[in-house]
């Protein structure tokens, strides 16, 4: 379950967009923050998840947050400020055993495209083509279709798709997804036959009775997901801020919990935007976040390359300095060397003591957000009139994890673990258990 918005410069304080998408996976499936700059290819085909597709001569460079054992990517942006992230949508169209993921879909479009139209036109294209389709779970097989907000500095598309079909809206303002279709009657492109096929199905009587969310969506699994209420939550939150919204705000979005305050762990539920795993009716977690400043030129990217955004650092990375050398692929099970696994001992000693430890940390947090967001500014701006250096932006980005990773190992030893609820608690002895972590 995820969720992905996007608010164009007209809505933004700063007249920037801004982009951001929360990836929320299965608890022990670490994600992975990767550069790649641009290249030159001679192979015939990539190999992408599941299937290969022709390759190209040259490729974007670009920055990915990916499951580790995808070759596609959950979110990302690459050199030109094209920015996309992928939501989960459960439709009534056959889910194929092979396929393109929508996580493939992301990452070439990237890889391939310069701007929010070309890449809408890239992705149809190859879903046509190829198809959607593959096990996109971890552990557990989880079939799915997917929407998108492709974004770029000045314009942003969604995507809905069902299958081979699909329709997309561009986006006037703000706008929100998540795992539920949310285009409806109205739209700017759509794939040929979309309504024909609806009809012929005997979801809708005539083009006047139809709608796309309403015929095309599984409404089981749909439901369950519960990605209409986050979709009406981060929409209606965006909605009341235009005109204000700045990163900081974009932020707070991503950390939110439906019951605030009164938030703990074991409370959570799937309508967190910021989502904590809990027994079976709560399978996924925030594995990893992003907010994009997506300025015409030298873009701020903040990621987390943690889970639990509520308790993260979100770090600026720049795309002209790429990533510093640290454990940013982490190993499948617990690795004590890995930037993700680090925070993920944190997020689990706090699960029974959340209330105690959480108002400390994120006033840490925050405080150096506030040093990271002002020392990032400063250096766009020196960097545009030529007066710092590329070797300047990427020591930020390394003190940006070198502090975090010291504010979270001191936590790490401060943090005292205590029961939470049977249930609860057996939850996560299972899942620690088999990441081979011991707290």
């Known amino acids: 379950m995820c969720d992905t918005l996007v608010a164009l410069k007209n809505s933004t304080k700063e007249r920037v967009t801004i982009f951001a998408k929360n990836s929320d996976r299965?608890?022990?499936?670490?994600?992975?923050?990767?550069?790649?700059?641009?290249?030159?290819?001679?192979?015939?085909?990539?190999?992408?998840?599941?299937v290969k597709v022709p390759q190209v001569k040259r490729t974007n460079a670009i920055i990915v947050s990916?499951?580790?054992?995808?070759?596609?990517a959950e979110m990302g942006v690459n050199e030109f400020g094209l920015a996309i992230g992928n939501e989960a949508v459960?439709?009534?169209?056959?889910?194929?055993?092979?396929?393109?993921?929508?996580?493939?879909?992301?990452?070439?479009?990237?890889?391939r495209c310069r701007d929010s139209y070309e890449?809408?036109?890239?992705?149809?294209?190859?879903?046509?083509?190829?198809?959607?389709g593959g096990n996109c779970g971890f552990k557990s097989k989880t079939y799915y279709h997917n929407s998108f907000i492709i974004s770029d500095p000045n314009e942003a598309w969604v995507l809905e798709t069902a299958g081979k079909y699909w329709v997309a809206e561009k986006v006037k303002n703000?706008?929100?997804?998540?795992?539920?279709?949310t285009i409806k009657n109205k739209w700017d492109l759509a794939s040929k036959n979309v309504v024909e096929h609806a009809v012929e199905k005997g979801w809708c009587k005539d083009d006047r009775d139809f709608d796309f969310s309403n015929c095309y969506s599984d409404k089981f699994y749909t439901h369950f997901a519960r990605g209409r209420e986050r979709q009406a939550y981060t929409q209606g939150l965006l909605e009341q801020k235009t005109g204000e919204i700045d990163v900081h705000i974009v932020k707070n979005i991503m950390r939110s919990h439906r019951l605030g305050e009164n938030f703990t762990p074991a409370k959570g539920s799937m309508r967190d935007v910021c989502m904590h795993a809990g027994v079976l009716t709560r399978p996924s977690q925030t594995a990893a976040s992003?907010?994009?400043?997506?300025?015409?030129?030298?873009?701020?990217?903040?990621?987390?390359?943690?889970?639990?955004?509520?308790?993260?650092?979100?770090?600026?990375?720049?795309?002209?300095?790429?990533?510093?050398?640290?454990?940013?692929?982490?190993?499948?099970?617990?690795?004590s060397d890995s930037v993700w696994w680090i925070h993920e001992r944190l997020s689990r000693r706090m699960l029974g003591s959340f209330k105690e430890y959480f108002l400390k940390i994120r006033s840490q947090v925050e405080s150096l957000e506030a040093y990271l967001h002002s020392k990032a500014e400063e250096l766009r701006s020196r960097f545009l009139e030529g007066e710092a250096?590329?070797?300047?932006?990427k020591r930020l980005t390394e003190e940006a994890f070198a502090k975090s990773l010291e504010l979270e190992?001191?936590?790490?030893?401060?943090?005292?673990?205590?029961?939470s609820g049977l249930l609860f608690e057996l939850y996560w002895r299972k899942v620690n258990s088999e990441a081979k972590m011991f707290l």
């Not at 439709?91 to 890889?111: H, S």
């Not at 703000?174 to 279709?181: E, G, H, K, W």
């Open 174 to 181: 703000v706008r929100s997804i998540s795992n539920a279709l």
């Open 66 to 72: 990916r499951p580790v054992w995808m070759w596609g």
């Open 389 to 393: 250096s590329v070797e300047e932006l």
């Open 26 to 50: 299965e608890p022990n499936e670490p994600q992975a923050l990767e550069f790649y700059p641009r290249m030159e290819h001679d192979e015939e085909f990539v190999n992408c998840t599941y």
């Open 290 to 335: 992003y907010v994009g400043q997506l300025f015409e030129k030298v873009q701020i990217h903040w990621f987390t390359a943690t889970s639990t955004p509520c308790i993260s650092v979100y770090k600026p990375v720049f795309m002209e300095a790429g990533l510093p050398d640290l454990k940013l692929v982490p190993d499948r099970l617990y690795d």
């Open 409 to 419: 190992k001191g936590f790490i030893n401060e943090v005292k673990p205590k029961p």
């Open 119 to 132: 890449a809408l036109l890239f992705i149809v294209r190859y879903l046509e083509e190829f198809g959607q």
């Open 90 to 111: 459960f439709t009534r169209e056959k889910k194929l055993e092979k396929g393109l993921t929508g996580m493939d879909l992301l990452r070439l479009a990237l890889e």
